[in-house]
């Protein structure tokens, strides 16, 4: 038999500051695996490098924002970003145009793969999934997953594209 959960409601999740900050799932807080510096180097380098281009791509990136992906799941991804202009909301309410996620060695697909599939069936178009330690990435859409071949993580409509080694740079 599992441990038994103690239920948080959605207020006592929006109204309470955890460190680092965690998901809410249907009354269930869930830890994300932050805090080792290859996945801070890693989330760095790339938010540096959308926001050097956020004219050019008219797109808004931010960190480790909360979505409301619905009434009850709420996901804090490494970065998300929007095309057009940055949004009026503190927690953003609808589907931003990309979520990343830079993985830890604790993280287990299972979890990755629902995070993923929350985000899709909120209406995010792309995720793009990060590895520090194999210096590799996955772009993950509503029409499936590939894994960078090319070198270059893109979306379309934005037209953006970021070269992998560019996140890995000293």
Known sequence: MGTPTTLVSVEEYLHTD?????????GVLEERNVGEKDHAKAQKKLLLYLE?????????VIQELRLQISRTRYRVPDLC??????????????????CVEILSPEDRMSRMQ???RDYLAFGVSYV???DPQTRSAWIY?????????????RTANPD??????EIFAQ
């Open 18 to 26: 955890y460190e680092p900050d965690c998901d809410y799932l249907d």
């Open 128 to 130: 793009w999934i990060v």
């Open 52 to 60: 050097q281009r956020c004219n050019l791509w008219n797109i808004f």
């Open 141 to 153: 859409t509503a029409e499936g997953m590939k894994e960078v071949q090319d070198g270059v993580l």
């Open 114 to 116: 629902q995070r993923i």
């Open 160 to 165: 953006m594209g970021v070269p992998v080694a």
């Open 81 to 98: 970003v929007v095309a057009g202009p940055e949004p009026d909301e503190q927690i953003f309410t609808k589907p931003p145009f990309l």
